[in-house]
């Protein structure tokens, strides 16, 4: 809950007002590598999978992460810098293409120039924070604020403006988890 509280109180600092209310862009919530058919010379020839699709702010737009045959909750470190070099070449080949293909500027912004602004502005990390339940804990803490910057107490504190009774919801999650676990345990041992 902590985390979520502290992501509502980002997002005035990372959601631009300017683009609050669109334009929205199509954009593949699925893209990776197994879903972009190449030919022998890698020139992009299709792409599948296509039901993953849908229509999301402009921020969400960001250089595929998978590039670096890491997940997003292992780009840190040494890997923070590889991305950061792959980035910087897709950022390149992109605004060639934006350029080639003469691509309007939306609200006097390019596509790369809110790619590029999110990136200096780590809003980049609160979009895959938002967009990765799964990997939202560690993004917001290797990124967005420093690790141990917060304390547990602290943390408690917060998780109280998620919801009223944080901590009874708390004990009904962990609760549930653990009938869920014991339940799954149960299945797996009467296959044997």
């Given amino acids: 809950m902590t985390v979520k509280t502290l992501l509502r109180v980002l997002s005035p600092v990372h959601i631009k007002r300017e ?3 669109g334009p929205f862009r199509l954009q593949f919530t699925d893209l ?7 030919d022998k010379e890698w020139n992009v020839t299709g792409i ?6 849908c229509s999301l702010p402009l921020e969400m737009l960001d250089v595929p992460y998978w590039l670096t045959g890491c997940a997003i909750d292992q780009i840190t470190g040494d890997e923070l810098e590889r991305f950061d070099e792959i980035r910087r070449e897709f950022m390149r ?8 293909f003469n691509i309007e500027a939306i609200r006097d912004n390019t596509l790369s120039h809110v790619m590029r602004d999110l990136w ?3 809003g980049v990390w609160f979009w895959h924070c938002i967009s990765s339940v799964n990997a939202m804990y560690f993004i917001l803490e290797s ?4 690790a141990g910057s917060l304390p547990l107490e602290a943390e408690r504190c917060v998780s109280g403006f ?3 009774d944080s901590e009874d919801v708390v004990r009904m999650k962990l609760a549930e988890k653990q009938a869920y676990d014991d339940e799954l345990r149960k299945l797996f041992l009467e296959e044997r």
């Fill in 19 to 21: 683009l609050r209310d």
């Fill in 32 to 38: 990776h590598a197994s879903n972009i058919l190449v």
């Fill in 48 to 53: 599948i999978d296509l039901e993953w699709i």
């Fill in 93 to 100: 080949i992109f605004e060639e293409e934006e350029r080639t």
């Fill in 120 to 122: 200096e502005s780590k």
């Fill in 143 to 146: 990124h967005l604020y420093p």
């Fill in 162 to 164: 998620w919801c009223r």
